[in-house]
Every structure is written in structure tokens, then in C-alpha cells.
């Protein structure tokens, strides 16, 4: 049986139907036999219509160039900006009409405000948003107030504005609340010829007392006793400003009511000396609490996860070889530490399971390191490190070296006198045996900076709270001076190294022994040992709820377009006669010439303004 496409090539030609009837039509001829010549007529109308279309083209051209001469004439004298002035205008009009047309949602104007406010908390808290505020500070300017109570010496300092929590060596807890700077209030009038009645209240300056809490304490629900039995040495607040987490000498770790001061459960599973804490900044996505990092002289690190609903223990990571002395929170489920005698900083990854470990001990400074004490972070890729030989050093996590490093950040301590040091009777003997002593490099005791920002703070016990800036390209640290102890003479070196470089070169080997102040001049603000720093933004919303902010002199200083204004930095720190490790450094031993030349025990908070005649702070997004 064949088919279509079993026949040859040859035979498989279609036939074309069989078309009977169908006028048939020749070239040129049409089915009643006119000759007819189409192709003349067709030319003829494709020439005409190419004539028609060449006139309306010749019209079209007259009818632009009169308009533009007509334009060019009424437009004459114009410049450009007058230009995009009139098309500003004329944008600004359609808008006011399309809003008398149609009106406009608020609701959805304010949920883009809130979702834009809450992209640039993101960037921010990431590291994307990195603004530059160091130089528009008036760090020499701040002012600053001392308050205290009947305690020991204070270990350590949390903010959570406008509340301020300090802990002692003596088991206390107490919460203070930070008074709210403004303008100089009017003087009251009596209200006939405009004099004033009675001169101004005071504002107040030194924060309240609001809670006080020593000891043991009775819990409520289970009517059990729970509190730390020795020194407390470290004090976290939760980013909610909920709870209040403390760690001592008992190995304990416990979580606070931070409204109440009461303790709502205790930790007991650190086994040496709870020496660190910190919360990080938002919730973990790993878990459905706020996230705590604990670090201990037990050599490990714990998180937890601290909510309303319960507090849990989650994991324990190892890998330092002596006390952990720092631990700061870098991003969600990351965090940084300090090892104090193994010398290393390391950055932990939580849900990765890894650490990067960073070793320290090979600067170039004159004296040798023993102990990396302070961290504080950077976010997202560089944090800073202290050392107990004055050194600040700069790190970012993709190099296993440090960036860049001051040494001698706080100075040096002086010799003491030769009585002091020496029994010899004679002065020459006595210089002569002398002659080998070396001045003792300042610890940085404590660091601190403000995220998103290139602010550094840090901390001993010169008497000082050091600025320091970080570099445009985050490569280097910049000196910016004391906070709050003025400008720095003329003819002085900026840094506590320069100068100690100029003092020993001095030809005058009694030089060395009169270095007693890096300051060089008047009486140290901080009369003790900084056991700690904290800092935060000082903005239009830093205040009580339903207590009315007042009014800010720099109104030009905002940090972003949609947020709070923003009116400066508030600096709380934690002085004592000791440090918060133990006795074997004092106030008193520094050779500190002043009123208090044992010390305080206490804490400081300083507000540092904006300069006024700086313009607005940089920003960028990386």
C-alpha cells in the first residue's frame, strides 16, 4: 500500500486543484480582456504621494523653526537654572493637583517612613552605614559629673538610656537614671514689666539613684534567696532594656528584673570567675530570645538566650588557653574575646561552628606584651584590642595581624622617687643602681566604640578618657585627645607616645624621671582606675517614656534623614581605688599629685556636644 511518503522524489508533486469555471487571468489583462496599464498608473500615484509627502515635510520644518525662533526670543536671557527652576514649578503644581484630585494615604506615607527607618537600623547595625561624627565632636568640651554611693570599688557599667547600671566589689547592683540635657531654662517672669522674678533652678546633672540592690534577695514566686555571694565583675543590659545580667567571683550568672532589680534565675554553669558580658544588639534568628555571650576564667564562652518566656542555656565554645578577660558582641550569633595571657583575640561563629584566631605579642613597641585584656567591636569586619603594655591596636578579620597600633596610648607611669626605690644613703649610689629602671607602660583597662561610627574610647588610669578616630579607609587610629580636659597646649605632642618618644630623647636623663602627666598640665578628671566604658547616641528619644525631650542647640546635627535628632555622645564610666581583677594595680600607685590622691570609687558620665560651626557629618553606604 503506498503512500505519500513512500512514493519516488518524483511523483510526490502536489497537483494543484482542478480550477473549472475560473476566469482565467493573463499579465496585464483583466478577466473581460481591457488591457490595462497598472504599472504606469501605479507609478504615477506612488510619485505623487512622495510629492504630497516632500510639501507636508517642507511645512513641518517651517512650522519648527518659527516655534524655535519664537521659543529662542521669549527664552532670551535665560540661563539654566532659571530653566529647572520653572520645570521645578511646574512638577510641584501637577503634584498640588494630584493631591487636591485624588488626596493622599497617610498610613501608607508613614509605613514607608518606618520601613525606610528600619532598612537604614539595619545598614547601620551591618556595617553598611559607616558615619564619620569623630571630628564633629567636641571632645575637649564635654562635660561631666561624679556620682557614687556607700560602695566598693565599681567593676563595671551598662547603659540603657536613660538608665545606667554600675556593680562593685562589694555584691551591690545599682540602677541610676541619667539626667537630660538642654538649653539654659528662661528665668521666670512676673508678668507686668518683663523683670525676672527669681534666677533659674539649677539643672540637675549627676544622675538619680533608683533601685539599690545588695546580697542576697528573696525571689517572690518560689520565696528562694538568690544573689551573688562575692565580687561581682561584669554587668550586661538586654537591648529591650528588660533585663540586667551579672557575673562574679562565684561562678554565677544571673539574670535581673532590670524595672525591679530582681533576680529571676541564676546560672551556676560557669565554673571559675564570670569575667565578661554582652548582648547582642538584635535577636538571633536561631532562637526566639535576645542572645548573651558570658565569658569566664574557666577558658570558655557560653550563650545564652534570655526571653520573657524563659532563659536557656545553648552552647559553650572552647579554644582559649587562659582567662577569657573581654567578650564583646560582633553581629547576630558572632562574637569576639580576648585571652588575656594566651595573647590572642578570636572571632566566633556561632551557627558555623569555627573561630579565627588573631595573634598579638609581636608589636614594635618598647615593651613587651603580656596580656591582650579589652576588646571592643567594629562591625561587621574590624574590631580593637588594649594591652596591658599601653598599646591600642586596630584588626580586621581578614588579616591575622593588626592593622595598625599606638603604643604607650595612656603614657607611661613615672619613677618613683630614689628614698621610694633605693635604701642606699647616697644619692649617686643610688642613681647609679638606678640607671636600669624602666617607666611602666599605662594598661588599657577598658575600650569601648559606637558602632556604625568611627568613635574609639579607652580608658586607664592616667586621670583620662581617650578619643581616638578611626581612619577614612579603616587602616588606621587618629589621637583626638582627653575627653573633657581641654585642648593640649601648643607646642605639645598630640599622643601620650610622642611625647614619651620626646621625653626620651631628651639629652637630660632627669627628664625621664619628671614625666609625671601626659596632660602635662592641670589635675586629672578621672581620680581612679577606669574599670569600664559605656557609650550610646545622645538623640531625641534617649529619654523616659512620656517625658517630654527638650529642645537641642544643634539642630543642624541628624544622623539620618528620617531618624531621631541627634545631640551628641553620652560616655558613662566605671572608677575605682582598684582594678576590677584584683589589688595588684591602684590609683595610688601612679605617684598622682592632686586633691584625691587615693582615688574614688564611683562612676563618671560625660556629654560630649557637637562642635557648631562644623558642618553635617559624612555618611556612606559600603
Not at 554611693?149 to 541619667?178: C, F, G, N
Not at 591582650?372 to 588594649?386: E, K, N, Q, R, Y
Not at 574614688?600 to 553635617?616: T, Y
Request: include cysteine; charged fraction near 25%; proline fraction near 6%.
Amino acid at each position: 500500500m503506498s503512500s505519500f511518503f513512500t512514493l519516488p522524489a518524483s511523483q510526490r508533486k502536489r497537483k494543484r486543484e482542478d480550477r473549472a469555471g475560473a476566469p482565467s487571468k493573463k499579465r496585464g489583462v483583466d478577466a473581460d480582456g481591457d488591457v490595462r496599464n497598472k504599472s504606469g498608473r501605479k507609478n504615477r500615484e506612488r510619485d505623487e504621494s512622495i510629492s504630497g509627502s516632500d510639501d507636508d515635510d517642507a511645512e513641518s520644518v517651517a512650522s519648527a523653526a518659527l516655534e524655535e525662533e519664537s521659543g529662542s526670543e521669549s527664552d532670551e536671557g535665560e540661563t539654566a537654572a532659571d530653566r529647572r527652576l520653572k520645570l521645578a514649578e511646574r512638577y510641584l503644581e501637577n503634584v498640588r493637583d494630584e493631591v487636591d484630585d485624588y488626596g493622599f494615604d497617610a498610613a501608607e506615607i508613614d509605613r514607608d517612613l518606618i520601613a525606610e527607618r528600619l532598612k537604614e537600623d539595619v545598614d547601620e547595625f551591618k556595617g553598611r552605614v559607616y558615619r564619620q561624627i569623630a571630628s564633629d565632636l567636641a571632645f575637649p568640651a564635654a562635660s561631666h559629673a561624679f556620682f557614687r554611693a556607700d560602695t566598693q570599688t565599681t567593676t563595671s557599667i551598662a547603659v540603657h538610656a536613660p538608665y545606667v547600671y554600675t556593680v562593685s566589689k562589694d555584691r551591690t547592683l545599682i540602677k541610676w537614671e541619667l539626667a537630660t540635657p538642654s538649653a539654659a531654662p528662661a528665668p521666670t517672669t512676673n508678668g507686668v514689666d518683663g523683670t525676672s522674678k527669681r534666677p533659674p533652678r539649677p539643672q540637675r546633672k549627676n544622675p538619680k539613684q533608683v533601685r539599690f540592690t545588695r546580697g542576697w534577695q528573696k525571689v517572690a514566686e518560689s520565696a528562694e534567696e538568690q544573689g551573688h555571694t562575692k565580687s561581682i565583675l561584669s554587668v550586661a543590659v538586654s537591648p529591650s532594656g528588660k533585663f540586667v545580667a551579672t557575673g562574679g567571683e562565684d561562678n554565677k550568672l544571673i539574670i535581673w528584673d532590670a524595672a525591679t532589680l530582681t533576680p529571676v534565675q541564676t546560672f551556676p554553669q560557669h565554673r571559675d570567675s564570670v569575667s565578661g558580658l554582652a548582648f547582642a544588639r538584635h535577636i538571633s534568628t536561631m532562637s526566639s530570645g535576645e542572645q548573651l555571650f558570658s565569658g569566664s576564667y574557666d577558658r570558655t564562652i557560653k550563650t545564652w538566650s534570655i526571653s520573657s518566656a524563659g532563659h536557656a542555656y545553648v552552647e559553650t565554645l572552647f579554644g582559649h588557653q587562659d582567662n577569657v578577660a573581654s567578650v564583646a558582641a560582633m553581629t547576630i550569633d558572632q562574637c569576639i574575646s580576648v585571652g588575656a595571657r594566651d595573647r590572642t583575640a578570636r572571632l566566633w561563629k556561632v551557627v558555623e561552628e569555627s573561630q579565627l584566631i588573631f595573634r598579638g605579642g609581636s608589636s614594635k613597641n618598647t615593651s613587651l606584651e603580656h596580656n591582650i585584656d579589652c576588646i571592643a567591636p567594629l562591625p561587621p569586619t574590624h574590631f580593637v584590642t588594649g594591652s596591658d603594655n599601653g598599646s591600642i591596636s586596630l584588626w580586621s578579620i581578614h588579616k591575622k595581624k593588626p592593622l595598625y597600633t599606638i603604643p604607650h596610648a595612656h603614657g607611661v607611669d613615672p619613677l618613683p622617687p630614689l628614698e621610694e626605690h633605693s635604701p642606699e644613703a647616697d644619692r649617686e649610689t643610688a642613681l647609679r643602681n638606678a640607671r636600669f629602671l624602666r617607666t611602666t607602660p599605662r594598661w588599657i583597662t577598658a575600650l569601648a566604640t559606637v558602632p556604625g561610627t568611627d568613635v574609639v574610647l579607652s580608658g586607664s588610669w592616667d586621670g583620662y578618657i581617650r578619643a581616638w578616630k578611626i581612619s577614612d579607609d579603616k587602616r588606621a587610629i587618629q589621637p583626638l585627645g582627653p575627653v573633657g580636659g581641654g585642648p593640649l597646649s601648643p607646642d605639645a605632642p598630640d599622643t601620650p607616645s610622642k611625647q614619651l618618644e620626646q621625653s626620651l630623647a631628651s639629652a637630660n636623663p632627669s627628664h625621664r624621671h619628671s614625666l609625671t602627666n601626659v596632660q602635662g598640665e592641670g589635675e586629672p578628671l578621672v581620680k581612679g582606675v577606669v574599670n569600664g566604658i559605656a557609650v550610646f547616641e545622645r538623640r531625641a528619644d534617649t529619654t523616659k517614656p512620656g517625658q517630654v525631650p527638650s529642645e537641642s542647640k544643634s539642630k543642624s546635627k541628624s544622623t539620618s534623614q528620617n531618624g531621631p535628632e541627634a545631640r551628641g555622645l553620652c560616655i558613662a564610666v566605671a572608677v575605682g581605688k582598684e582594678h576590677r581583677f584584683g589589688r595588684y594595680k591602684c590609683y595610688a600607685n601612679n605617684y598622682h599629685k592632686g586633691s584625691t590622691p587615693e582615688g574614688r570609687n564611683g562612676a563618671m558620665v560625660f556629654e560630649v556636644p557637637f562642635f557648631s560651626d562644623k558642618p553635617g557629618r559624612g555618611e556612606e553606604s559600603l
